[in-house]
């Protein structure tokens, strides 16, 4: 994030529409080296269409795009030796093997032999997919698939990495692997722009951007997200979480009061006030509980939190 | 996991009849054995969700549970009909929402709701008011006749569930049901869901993501066709990490994971934003100890504090032990 430094990608009031919708609505932003980049939004917020039009495979009804200062319009095969693209659906041939492919993608990419070699085997190995060179790409778990798909992305040495929603339907532990491996591209100077569905995900990102409706509607560290978070959240943990939840749902203060298992997940104006009267309420009613706890708010609290004030402001 | 769990009473006492049951679930496809003894009891109302890696036997479990493959050891029942036995009625008696909510975008509300109501076999003199608690229940009142494909995600989601309970069953099945939707429309499904719980329906959630694993009771987790744990989120997360979780706050992330890789005491390593998560064994080494580590090394750190672990932590560091006492293999790599 350092801003001496030019930036690696940069969205100038990037703006798509398809009938009858804005997908993206005057987004601007930079992306510096040594950042990963998140994206967050649910479904059609916008998302993959930013990506694509950083990535140079759908052009922008306004504003600009550029890579390492080249602009994808104007430039893009140019742009495009600067970075790779890893789409949700990356092209994996099924029916051939792990090896093939990734010499496949050396050949699009116009990666020359002797370097090629050079390349392949400790992607293959940090990646962890070195035993496996062999097995068919369709024979391959999902979480070895995206892994599959990021090597071959990463054939050329791109300096701009552009993911969409890779980790998708992928298990926490080969997620927890992907995560190692961006990091440590990261190390090696890649900048990476990775979107995701998942709020929980976009914790792992240095710097990310809520995307709503196609615009981007908060864009900053966690750290400093999390620090504009109206009011306090408490747990409540109770073998009658129900009952809990119905009884302190309406007092005043209490912005939310949302039923999780075996607790009740409270959004309050001021903890040290309403601490004492959810008690009193509780112990009034007979129904049993643990003292509440104050919770950290997860990235879906800060969400929804943001998103209720910018409605409620003009 | 292989034990009984006791039976449970409800609040007034009164002992529940679980509504699923396994003992000793096996099931085998040729020499490999996806799901291997598994034996658990869910009772009426309980919203279970079931966690696992890929190929961990998941989605084995749940189809035999919904008649749709016969085991090949043990027992399972539904309701209290064996799903060996009689895997037709066993169809009957549950709702099942997929990840992709199988709704046909060319047909409007309605009929996507009377097509599901003939599915089931929803009696007809009971359909109308069905489908009209279904309509209000996604908040689709007037409009009852658009067309699901321009629906957004969230009356989607919810339109499925209403389409997944038209007859009423007694388990509902449900496959990463909020994937993808905005917080809000999650949120509300949720209250959805815990109403239906409320009122006794048993909901069995299959999903790879903690924001959908809080929301339930229980947790199952499965690994290579076993059952790791089954308790609840708060539960599971008061587990022992094997050591203390540390939140390690600083600015030049790259540098302090290189400088803590392979320090004696670190167990594992994984970077978050504007933090280093680090699990330390606190017989060999301290947060002080850390601290003075990386400002020695011209890292300022900001903040150095003890956190609750995620389940997606509790998770990754069973599957991790769980794979290590059968393969033998040597200490986990940090990095």
């Known amino acids: 994030m350092s801003p001496a430094l030019p930036p690696r990608i940069e969205a100038r009031k990037l703006v798509k529409r398809f009938p009858g919708v804005f997908a993206v609505n005057e987004m601007s932003f930079s992306v510096g080296e040594g950042e990963i980049f998140g994206l967050v939004g649910p479904d059609g917020a916008g998302k993959t269409t930013v990506i694509r039009l950083l990535a140079g495979v759908m052009p922008p009804d306004s504003g600009s795009a550029t890579i390492d200062g080249v602009d994808v319009v104007a430039d893009p095969e140019r742009a495009k030796q600067f970075l790779s693209y890893m789409p949700q659906r990356f092209g994996l041939y099924e029916d051939l093997t792990v090896d093939e492919n990734i010499r496949f993608y050396a050949d699009i990419f116009e990666v020359a032999p002797s370097i090629r070699d050079q390349r392949i085997g400790p992607l293959l190995s940090s990646f962890g997919m070195a035993p496996f060179q062999r097995r068919l790409a369709g024979q391959l778990s999902g979480g070895m698939k995206q892994k599959l798909g990021l090597i071959c992305a990463l054939i050329h040495t791109p300096r701009v990495l552009l993911l969409d929603e890779p980790t998708t339907g992928v298990d926490p532990v080969s997620r927890r692997d992907f995560w190692k491996i961006l990091y440590s591209l990261r190390e090696q100077g890649v900048t990476i722009l990775i979107s995701t569905a998942y709020l929980e995900e976009a914790e792992r990102c240095t710097r990310l951007a809520l995307v709503h409706q196609g615009v981007m509607a908060y864009c900053d560290t966690p750290a400093r997200l999390r620090a504009m978070m109206p009011g306090k959240l408490l747990n409540v943990v109770s073998s009658q979480a129900r009952d809990v939840q119905k009884a302190i749902a309406s007092l005043p203060g209490i912005s939310g009061a949302l039923l999780m298992g075996d607790r009740v997940h409270v959004a309050v104006d001021d903890d040290g006030r309403r601490i004492p009267e959810i008690v009193r309420v509780l112990e009034e009613a007979h129904i049993p509980f643990e003292p509440p706890v104050p919770a950290e708010p997860t990235m879906e609290d800060l969400f929804l939190a943001l998103l209720r004030e910018r409605r409620t402001s003009p | ?335």
């Open chain 2, 1 to 335: 996991m292989s034990a009984v769990l006791p039976e449970k009473t409800d609040k007034a006492g009164e002992r529940t009849e679980p509504v699923l049951v396994a003992e000793g679930l096996v099931k085998r496809f040729g020499n490999f054995t996806a799901v291997d003894h598994v034996s658990f009891r869910v009772d009426k109302g309980t919203i279970i969700g079931f966690l696992g890696p890929n190929g961990a036997g998941k989605s084995t479990i749940i189809r035999m549970l919904c008649g749709l493959l016969t085991p090949t050891e043990g027992r399972a029942f539904v309701s209290g009909t064996d799903v060996a036995k009689d895997p037709e009625t066993v169809r009957q008696h549950i709702g099942y929402m997929s990840q992709k909510f199988s709704l046909y975008g060319d047909l409007t509300v309605m009929e996507n709701l009377r097509f599901f109501g003939g599915i089931y076999r929803v009696p007809r003199k009971v359909l109308p008011e069905r489908i009209r608690f279904a309509v209000t229940m996604a908040g689709l009142d007037g409009r009852e006749n658009a067309l699901v494909s321009t629906l957004a995600g969230g009356w989607k989601q919810r339109l499925a569930l209403g389409c997944a309970i038209l007859h009423r069953p007694p388990v509902l099945f449900l496959d990463e049901p909020t994937s993808g939707v905005d917080p809000e429309s999650r949120r509300r499904f949720w209250d959805l869901i815990h109403a239906l719980s409320g009122e006794g329906v048993t909901i069995v959630v299959s999903t790879h993501y903690m924001d959908e694993a809080e929301y339930c009771d229980l947790l199952a987790l499965i690994n290579r066709g076993q059952l790791l744990a089954l308790e609840s989120p708060t539960a599971l997360k008061k587990r022992n990490l094997g050591g203390t979780l540390l939140s390690i706050e600083c600015a030049d992330i790259g540098k302090a994971l290189h400088l803590l890789e392979g320090q004696p005491g670190l167990l594992d390593l994984a970077a978050f934003g504007n933090a280093v998560h680090a699990l330390i064994d606190p017989a060999r080494t301290t947060p002080e100890q850390l601290f003075a580590l990386l400002s020695g090394a011209h890292v300022p750190v900001d903040h150095i504090v003890p956190i609750e672990p995620s389940i997606d932590d509790i998770f990754v560091r069973m599957v991790g032990e769980a794979r290590e006492s059968q393969e033998g293999e040597p200490g986990r790599r940090a990095g």
